[in-house]
């Protein structure tokens, strides 16, 4: 049946302090379908790009198993454009331009032949538009959620009132200290759980990941990076490696959703070794594959004292 995946396609801007790009691929959808198409396919996408939106791009994501069934073209219309720049330690960034331009009327709408999809990721879009997804499926198994500071500011109780529906939610830790209105974390964590959602992840940039899920927390390493090119769409690669790995093994314990988690980071950590999705459009699953090896040693040591 495949993977449901709904979010931004975009037009990205993206300075660091050692080079930028203009006007390149970029969109939750887009990272986390590329990052999960790795896995399994087909990964369905539900998005909206205006018609100045390149065609090369499209033929790219079809030549990865993406199915564009439900990507929208509106004549006329104006794509989602997004622009940042990132200070020196790459660890943070400044949002310079959110233009949603044809997001601002966009009508999710899931094709039949999706509408039983099980397995689904609502990547970073108005909250709104990730509930109306899933009003439109008949019994979704898996729902692992992203979203990002712009709509925890601005459409709060919108995205609070999904969480109950949503059994995983990813965000960054400054989104998750924003969210719980709470400075540390881990409080954070609880009061985010309290809020409905069954499994929570706290992606903490070069300084690996955090998962919550009942009484368990797990804490991935991060891969140790000497060249970090872009940061842009690591957390939605990550939130693909992560379902799309899942889904593939069809495992939900919280054991394999652990190695899920190193998946993530794997795929966040091929994500920025580039500008955009150039990394990502050239991997293989071998190469992905001695990347988690790596990571699995990364946190390997003998207690035998
Ligand atoms: P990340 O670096 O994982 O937070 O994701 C960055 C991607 O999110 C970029 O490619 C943007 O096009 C996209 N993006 C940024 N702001 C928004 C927004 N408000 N809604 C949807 N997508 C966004």
Redesign the pocket.
């Given at each position: 049946m495949g993977l449901l995946v709904v979010?931004?396609v975009?037009l990205?801007s993206v300075a660091t302090p050692f080079d930028k790009v203009d006007n390149a691929l970029?969109?939750?959808a887009?990272?986390i379908s590329l990052s999960a198409s790795y896995f399994s396919g087909p990964v369905h996408v539900v998005a909206v790009v205006g018609d100045d939106f390149p065609q090369k791009y499209l033929q790219m994501l079809e030549s990865h198993n993406i199915d564009l069934d439900g990507l929208q073209v509106i004549d006329g219309g104006k794509t989602?454009?997004?622009a940042?720049k990132y200070h020196y330690d790459l660890n943070s960034r400044d949002?310079l331009l959110?233009e949603?331009n044809v997001?601002e009327k966009f009508d999710p709408i899931i094709p039949d032949h999706q509408r039983k999809s099980k397995f689904v990721c609502l990547?970073?879009?108005?909250p709104v538009l990730q509930k109306r997804v899933l009003d439109q499926l008949e019994k979704p198994q898996f729902v692992v959620c992203?979203t990002?500071n712009?709509?925890i500011e601005g459409k709060k109780d919108e995205l609070v009132s999904l969480l109950p529906r949503v059994n995983v939610l990813i965000i960054?830790d400054s989104e998750a200290r924003l969210l719980a209105n709470e400075p540390n974390l881990i409080k954070a964590a609880k009061l985010i759980i309290g809020m409905g959602v069954q499994t929570l992840i706290i992606k903490k940039g070069e300084h690996g990941a955090l998962l919550f899920s009942g009484d368990v927390i797990f804490s991935a390493p991060a891969y140790p990076m000497e060249m970090i090119f872009d940061?842009?769409?690591?957390?939605?690669?990550?939130a693909g490696g992560f379902i799309g790995y899942l889904y593939k093994t069809q495992d939900l314990s919280v054991e394999n959703i652990k190695r899920a988690v190193i998946y993530g980071s794997t795929m966040a950590s091929f994500c920025v070794e580039k500008f955009s999705t150039e990394e990502l459009e050239e991997l293989s699953y071998l190469r992905i594959q001695d990347r988690y090896r790596e990571f699995l040693g990364l946190s390997r040591f003998d207690d035998n004292l």
């Amino acid at each position: 049946m495949g993977l449901l995946v709904v979010g931004s396609v975009a037009l990205d801007s993206v300075a660091t302090p050692f080079d930028k790009v203009d006007n390149a691929l970029g969109g939750s959808a887009t990272y986390i379908s590329l990052s999960a198409s790795y896995f399994s396919g087909p990964v369905h996408v539900v998005a909206v790009v205006g018609d100045d939106f390149p065609q090369k791009y499209l033929q790219m994501l079809e030549s990865h198993n993406i199915d564009l069934d439900g990507l929208q073209v509106i004549d006329g219309g104006k794509t989602f454009r997004w622009a940042g720049k990132y200070h020196y330690d790459l660890n943070s960034r400044d949002t310079l331009l959110t233009e949603l331009n044809v997001f601002e009327k966009f009508d999710p709408i899931i094709p039949d032949h999706q509408r039983k999809s099980k397995f689904v990721c609502l990547g970073n879009i108005d909250p709104v538009l990730q509930k109306r997804v899933l009003d439109q499926l008949e019994k979704p198994q898996f729902v692992v959620c992203d979203t990002m500071n712009y709509w925890i500011e601005g459409k709060k109780d919108e995205l609070v009132s999904l969480l109950p529906r949503v059994n995983v939610l990813i965000i960054n830790d400054s989104e998750a200290r924003l969210l719980a209105n709470e400075p540390n974390l881990i409080k954070a964590a609880k009061l985010i759980i309290g809020m409905g959602v069954q499994t929570l992840i706290i992606k903490k940039g070069e300084h690996g990941a955090l998962l919550f899920s009942g009484d368990v927390i797990f804490s991935a390493p991060a891969y140790p990076m000497e060249m970090i090119f872009d940061p842009t769409g690591a957390g939605d690669t990550f939130a693909g490696g992560f379902i799309g790995y899942l889904y593939k093994t069809q495992d939900l314990s919280v054991e394999n959703i652990k190695r899920a988690v190193i998946y993530g980071s794997t795929m966040a950590s091929f994500c920025v070794e580039k500008f955009s999705t150039e990394e990502l459009e050239e991997l293989s699953y071998l190469r992905i594959q001695d990347r988690y090896r790596e990571f699995l040693g990364l946190s390997r040591f003998d207690d035998n004292l």
